[in-house]
Structures are given as C-alpha cells and as structure tokens.
Nanobody
C-alpha cells in the first residue's frame, strides 16, 4: 500500500524548533522529488520546500534560512527541520509526492507556534 505518514508536529513557542518526518511506503521512494506543503484554514495549500532527485532544494521565501528539507534514502524518510519558528508558521504540514499520474499526500501534522 502506498502511504506517506507524517509525524513530529506539535506546540512550540516562537523561536523554537521542530523536525517533521515523512515516512514513505509502497512504491514511493523518497530519492525522487518530494515536497512539504502547509495549509491554514480558509487558504490554499502552500508549497514550503522541495528536494529533487539530484538533491537540489527550494524553499518558499517565507521560510528561507529557517527551514531545511532533507532525506534518508535508507529509511525512505524525508524531513523538514524548522528553526526560528514564528506564529505565522502555524499550519497543518503535509508531505507530498507527485508520481504521475497520481498525487500522493500524507494525512498532515499540526504545527502550532505560540507567541
């Protein structure tokens, strides 16, 4: 069964850190392109970070310098290290894999940053 399972969310004070994990199973290999998105109620899902098959990374301007996407191919897991968190980072964070013709999403993990 193809699955993406996120973990690591929680409540943290502004300035703190969290590390999200996304474990892939089934036919999804994290050595191919993987993304992290986030969503707040009433707004569209926002692309936060991408890691390509070659290891290149891209970030939303709002998180550059604070968030880092990485992966462990042996564990088939992708990570999002989030430092210097701000209240505006509060959202549900989703792991995503585009494997044409399908999009695969995890169930999401809530991140709440208190001021």
């Amino acid at each position: 069964q193809v699955q993406l399972v996120e973990s690591g969310g929680g409540l943290v004070q502004a300035g703190g850190s969290l590390r999200l994990s996304c474990r892939a199973s089934g036919s999804i290999l994290v050595r191919n392109i993987m993304d992290w998105y986030r969503q707040v109620p009433g707004k569209p899902r926002e692309l936060v970070a991408t890691i390509t098959s070659g290891g290149s990374t891209n970030y939303a301007d709002s998180v550059k310098g604070r968030f880092t996407i990485s992966r462990d191919n042996a564990k088939n897991t992708v990570y999002l290290q989030m430092n210097s968190l701000k209240p505006e980072d509060t959202a549900v964070y989703y792991c995503h894999a585009l494997r044409l013709p399908r999009d695969y999403w995890g169930q999401g993990t809530q991140v709440t940053v208190s001021s």
